[in-house]
DNA sequence: GCCTTGACGGCAA
DNA sequence: GTTGCCGCCAAGG
């Protein structure tokens, strides 16, 4: 169990807010639960979920877009497969397009737990890369 | 009780 | 533009 079970809570509700043919990252989740340093406890948390709870955790991938944790699923095809399903657009074999199905935890109308300064450096990132 | 590894991210060379 | 290194938190050996 996790010193921060307040912590994982928050990954496991942003996950399983990620809507049909989208994805996200562990960065972002993290930023959304107010702890930006988190990413890799976003997915060891995700580890975690992925035989406890029914979330989409394939809707997850890194920053790059790489299905980094797509050998937790037994094989990355599988993932890769969960995805196509969804029309998720693939930039390579085992990357997304983050440019067209990328989705922010706060775009859904909230905000992240950041302090300002962090909120809006998070939102050039994010007009940025919205294209 | 210390060291290594891990579904990551950002910055520097 | 690419490759590499360091940092952060937690768990397992």
Known sequence: ????PDFAARVYEVVARVPFGRVTT???IAAAVGDRRGARMVGWALMHALSERDLPCH?????????SGGWHFGHPDVMRGLLLAEGVPFKAAYQVDLEQCLWEPWADGERPL???????DLHGIALSEDR
């Open 1 to 4: 169990m996790p010193a921060s």
């Open 26 to 28: 562990y960065g972002r």
């Open 59 to 67: 809707r997850v991938v890194n920053r790059t877009g790489l299905l």
């Open 114 to 120: 950041a302090p300002a300064d962090e909120v809006d």
